[in-house]
């Protein structure tokens, strides 16, 4: 028998989340029809597992607070019935997370009846004070208001090399209309940086409304970021003053502070790019009106019937989530900005199936301009001097950066053409590429890759890493079929005309390296 449990003493792989489940024939990205029937029977390994049934007509007490402290809670958790991500009304069922002193949040059971593990940071505990869940009015329409939960695992700050990430992680107020849509549900912190990058399932505005919406949009997303899923910078309190994402740009606390719960600041959804503001009431108003930012309409009690924006005018507009922040630095993070996509990877592969089931519910997935999850093969390049402007599919014109291809034995598979607007500004760094692949090719046929320079200046390519395929694991869960994993450094300067090149070498790039002058493009096996 597996098990997530392992008494939590991964902390969700220093605080990450896992799940089990076997992979059901014919689960696919493709939209999703009448809400799954609803099974009451738990699946084998909570029966296990020792946990206790919790409904919505009471509280049951999961964990008490050793010590005063902020605390992270991870508790283990399979809802009663089989809700989809992908399907409106059986989303997922919620939890009302409180102590007899006050409401902290809530908890989303992304994962539905199978067993997972599900973190969130608390705040500050007094000594003896008792953490509740009860079934939240939150929950999907279809979902049965019960869930077997436990046993949680309490830990204060001071015991977790993560502490200081836990002291200050960002608390996210969301509208309920919006609570299954675009919502924050991971959270990297790196203490080099003293910063926090958030992961939300969805951009409905942004990218995706700007360049025509549905699947056009979402193509162009997934061609410039090489994903679908959402990363924002949401926070940092290094420097002078903490800063956060505010709408209307980064802004420090010195010009427009949020209200704080101790050293946490909470943020409310402010547009369709998920930029942030202050209270309810930046949402179509100062966060702007056009098809971007206001992407979801009205929202009643946002902008609409607003009784007003204090925090007591909050009850029943918000769902209030605090996702447990998760060590980044050792991701390569402290030093590569671009590493900030492994943390959706190394802890969160999950993501990779809520994002696919929210495309699908939102109609964005046509097999043509978008694919299912398993058409992707996504791949980290590390690259420096990458020039040129604009993309394929959203823009005038496109010009410079580079493609890079998948080999599948004589096989070439093209890649969309990065330039230097959605790499880094040019900058040495990782760059996480998306390739939509032909049906039928899997991480087994994938021998090598391509790299091929657009621009005149030259590029240099000096670390392939990662590089898999997401893969169907049960009704909402994901897997990764690595094509390679880790990084391996290169040392190639591609050029069309070697004009900067002097026998067969360029030593101008990162570290004064002698970089191999390859030409036009390089193949570099996987």
């Not at 990764?480 to 880790?486: A, F």
């Not at 990162?510 to 002058?517: E, I, K, R």
Request: hydrophobic share 35%; aromatic share 8%.
């Amino acid at each position: 028998m597996r098990t997530c449990l392992r008494t939590c003493t991964c902390l969700l792989l220093a605080l990450s989340a896992c799940s089990t489940a076997a992979t059901p024939d014919g689960d696919d990205l493709a939209p999703d029809a009448a809400p799954a029937d609803p099974d009451p029977d738990l699946d084998p390994e909570s029966a296990a597992a020792g946990c206790v049934d919790v409904d919505d007509a009471a509280a049951l007490v999961v964990g008490t607070a050793a010590a005063a402290d902020d605390h992270a809670l991870v508790l283990p958790a399979t809802a009663a019935s089989a809700t989809r991500w992908g399907t409106p009304g059986n989303e997922a069922l919620v939890l009302d997370v409180s102590t007899p002193q006050r409401f902290i949040g809530h908890l989303i059971l992304h994962q539905g009846n199978v067993r997972h593990d599900y973190g969130m940071h608390l705040g500050a505990l007094a000594a003896g004070e008792q953490v509740r869940v009860r079934v939240s009015t939150l929950s999907a329409a279809g979902a049965i208001r019960k869930a077997c939960v436990g046993p949680g695992t309490l830990t204060p700050a001071a015991a977790l090399p993560t502490g200081e990430g836990l002291v200050h992680a960002p608390i996210y107020r969301w509208p309920i209309q919006k609570r299954f849509d675009d919502v924050p549900l991971a959270l990297g912190w790196s203490a080099a940086r003293k910063a926090y990058q958030t992961v939300f399932t969805n951009e409905n505005g942004g990218t995706v409304a700007n360049c025509g919406g549905g699947a056009s949009g979402v193509q162009a997303e997934i061609a410039r970021w090489g994903r679908a899923a959402d990363i924002e910078g949401s926070f940092s309190y290094g420097g002078t003053s903490p800063r956060w994402g505010r709408c209307t740009g980064s802004v420090a606390f010195t010009d427009v502070q949020p209200r704080l719960e101790g050293a946490h600041p909470i943020l409310y959804y402010g547009d369709g790019h998920n930029r942030l503001f202050e209270h309810r009431g930046g949402y179509g108003q100062t966060c702007g009106s056009g098809g971007a930012e206001k992407a979801d309409g009205n929202l009643d009690g946002w902008n609409t019937n607003s009784p007003g924006t204090s925090l007591a005018d909050d009850a029943g507009r918000v769902i209030v989530l605090r996702p447990l922040p998760v060590a980044l630095d050792a991701l390569g993070y402290a030093q590569f900005g671009g590493r900030r996509e492994a943390l959706i990877d190394r802890t969160a592969p999950w993501l990779y199936r809520l994002t696919a089931h929210e495309l699908a519910r939102q109609n964005s997935v046509d097999d043509s301009k978008v694919l299912g999850m398993a058409r992707y093969l996504y791949v980290d390049v590390r690259v420096d001097d990458v020039g040129g402007s604009g993309d394929s599919y959203c823009s005038l014109n496109v010009g410079g950066g580079f493609k890079l291809r998948a080999l599948a034995g004589a096989t070439v598979i093209d890649g969309p053409q990065i330039t230097a607007d959605y790499a880094s500004a040019g900058a040495h760094d990782y760059k996480r590429v998306a390739i939509p692949l032909p049906a039928g090719i899997t991480a087994a046929d994938i021998t090598g890759f391509r790299f091929d320079a657009y621009d005149d200046d030259g590029i240099y390519l000096t670390a392939l890493g990662d590089a898999f395929i997401p893969k169907l694991d049960g009704t909402n869960g994901a897997t990764l079929d690595y094509v390679r994993k880790g990084e391996k450094p290169l040392t190639y300067y591609v050029d069309d005309d070697r004009s900067s090149c002097v026998n067969n070498a360029n030593t101008d790039g990162p570290g004064g390296t002698a970089y191999t002058c390859t030409g036009s493009f390089v193949d570099v096996p996987k």
